[in-house]
């Protein structure tokens, strides 16, 4: 299996401008997690689907930020417009029901990440 | 919702000897604990996990122990190796699907 994947790994843009960060979740998973990850405020939840079902986005930090899952293998983050201050290191994860308390139940599979630099 | 508390937020070690990080959680519902181990420049990747049906887990030099009725949980590391050095960050999951990480602890093993 290749995992999540993420692209672009690295996104340098000008403030004000779009920004979209992709995810290919693992096949067969059906949660997938947006994360931000920062020095200042480590590792946060933004969304999470199941079922390409947006469940809870109440980590979103305002109407910049949009996140869509238009199918079972691809989720899409977007930040328009783009400043600063949303510079961070951005994780896709997914995971699999599987069964309760099952070995795979609850684990969450990190991608590499989206180095985003907003000058 | 739940809040994770992790301590200490870095910690120094010499090669061979024990690391222990601690975390605390404040949602009792809380039934899944995992542990992350983040290098530098790279994803988490989980190391270990217990849930809260199990006091006590091992996995070669890493062991995670549970005690629900304080909250809190503890990852253990013996026999320290350089490799081990990376930042390494306890979660809880309550109801729910989310995980809720702790702030993270540095780890440096030194040679």
């Known amino acids: 299996d290749a995992g999540v994947i993420q692209s672009p790994r690295h996104e340098v843009t000008e403030m004000g401008q779009e920004v979209t960060l992709r995810c290919k979740p693992i096949?067969?998973?059906?949660?997938l997690f947006w994360y931000r990850q920062t020095m200042m405020r480590g590792l946060e939840l933004l969304i999470y689907?199941?079922?390409?079902?947006?469940?809870?986005d109440s980590g979103m930090p305002e109407d910049r930020f949009s996140a869509k899952m238009p199918n079972a293998s691809f989720s899409t983050l977007k930040i328009q417009p783009s400043e600063p201050r949303d510079s961070a290191v951005y994780f896709c994860?997914?995971?699999?029901?599987?069964?309760?308390?099952?070995?795979?139940?609850?684990?969450?599979?990190f991608g590499p990440g989206t180095r985003l630099t907003v000058l | 919702g739940e809040n994770v508390e992790q301590h200490p937020s870095t910690l120094s070690v010499q090669e061979g000897d024990s690391a222990v990080i601690k975390c605390t959680y404040s949602?009792?519902?809380?039934?899944?604990f995992p542990w992350y181990k983040q290098e530098l420049g790279k994803r988490p990747q989980l190391i270990i996990d217990?849930?809260?049906?199990?006091g006590e887990k091992k996995d070669q030099r890493i062991a995670v122990t549970l005690n629900k009725t304080a909250k809190h949980f503890s990852l253990h590391i013996t026999e320290t190796q350089p490799e081990d050095s990376a930042v390494y960050f306890c979660?809880?999951?309550?109801?729910?699907?989310?995980?809720?990480f702790g702030g993270g602890t540095r780890v440096l093993v030194k040679p």
């Open positions: 994860a997914s995971r699999t029901l599987g069964l309760a308390g099952g070995p795979r139940a609850d684990t969450q599979y």
């Open positions: 096949s067969g998973h059906d949660y």
């Open positions: 689907f199941n079922n390409n079902v947006p469940i809870d």
């Open positions: 949602d009792s519902a809380s039934n899944y």
């Open positions: 217990i849930r809260s049906n199990v």
């Open positions: 979660a809880a999951k309550a109801a729910g699907n989310k995980l809720t």
